[in-house]
Nanobody, 115 residues
């Protein structure tokens, strides 16, 4: 079982990035997926959730309207579209799933918002 994030980088305030998380080793279409992030010196926080079919999503209140989670079950990939990025969005972003009580985390991708 593996989750591999990509798409992070350096972006100016107000810019956009799309993160991807490629899954392997399990039946991706059967499980909900989440994104988390961890800023320097802070605890990891939940960002967004999407159900297995992709028809239901939830977001941290502070991120609603700027971030969009989606998935492509045929490609076994979950995405996080991030718009209107702010300095405080700087963090390592992780994708996550839990299957039958077993948690799996990706290695993370760094997003840095800086002018």
């Amino acid at each position: 079982v593996q989750l591999v994030e990509s798409g992070g980088g350096l972006v100016q305030p107000g810019g956009s990035l799309r993160l991807s998380c490629a899954a392997s080793g399990f039946t991706f279409s059967s499980y909900a997926m989440r994104w988390y992030r961890q800023a320097p010196g802070k605890e990891r926080e939940w960002v967004a959730h999407i159900n297995s079919a992709g028809g239901s999503t939830n977001y941290a209140d502070s991120l609603k309207g700027r971030f969009t989670i989606s998935r492509d079950n045929a490609k076994k990939t979950v995405y996080l579209q991030m718009n209107s990025l702010k300095f405080e969005d700087t963090a390592v972003y992780y994708c996550y799933t839990v299957r039958d009580g077993l948690e799996t985390w990706g290695q993370g991708t760094q997003v840095t918002v800086s002018s």
